[in-house]
């Protein structure tokens, strides 16, 4: 930004540049740094108060102004982080939630699955030892109609080598029916 500026500050550097000639006169004659006269510490003085308000009104607010803006900048910029930094953290917090229902969700799917698959496996077992109970009674029955038929045909075979006569249907079912029912006796005994 360019600024005009105005007539009383060149008249203001006029007379510094004049004091400042008049200064390097009495140098010239011999004189330190605080010899001189009383209308040149008023000079001196004059100027550093006009150079102070000129730099005050064009310099050092337009540098104040600037560093402000800056400030707020800076401020706004730490806000958005911070606001960002908020929702990031909201955000996580989120996603840790779900990630823990997914868990929580999945350890019960899997413990409803194993508690299906292990009611399924004794479904499956408890069958099978019910077909193998049916079919070791079939095999008992079959087995025992087939000891009783070879009973049978022993104890006709022995009745006609001891009778030395052939046994009648009839005789034979007698003989049977005695020795099952001898048998049934031993058997509950």
């Known amino acids: 930004m360019r600024t005009k500026i105005p007539a009383t500050v060149l008249i203001v550097l006029f007379l510094c540049a004049a004091a400042m000639a008049s200064q390097d006169e009495a140098a010239g004659e011999g004189g330190g740094i605080f010899s001189g006269t009383f209308a040149d510490a008023i000079w001196t003085v004059v100027a550093f108060v006009l150079v102070a308000v000129v730099l005050g009104r064009f310099a050092w607010r337009p540098l104040l102004e600037a560093l402000q803006t800056r400030q707020k900048y800076i401020q706004g910029q730490i806000d958005t982080a911070d606001i960002a930094r908020k929702k990031a953290e909201k955000m996580l917090e989120d996603q840790k939630q779900q990630a823990l229902q997914i868990i929580t969700d ?8 194993a508690e299906e698959l292990t009611e399924k496996a004794r479904r499956e077992v408890q069958e099978i030892r019910l077909r193998a109970q049916e079919d070791i009674k079939h095999a008992h029955v079959a087995a025992s109609e087939q000891l009783w038929k070879e009973v049978g045909d022993v104890v006709t075979t022995l009745g006609s080598e001891v009778l030395e ?9 007698r003989f049977i029916n005695d ?11």
């Open 165 to 173: 006569r052939t046994i009648t249907p009839q005789d034979n079912q």
């Open 106 to 113: 999945a350890t019960k799917q899997a413990q409803k699955e």
């Open 179 to 189: 020795a099952i029912l001898k048998l049934r006796q031993k058997k509950n005994e």
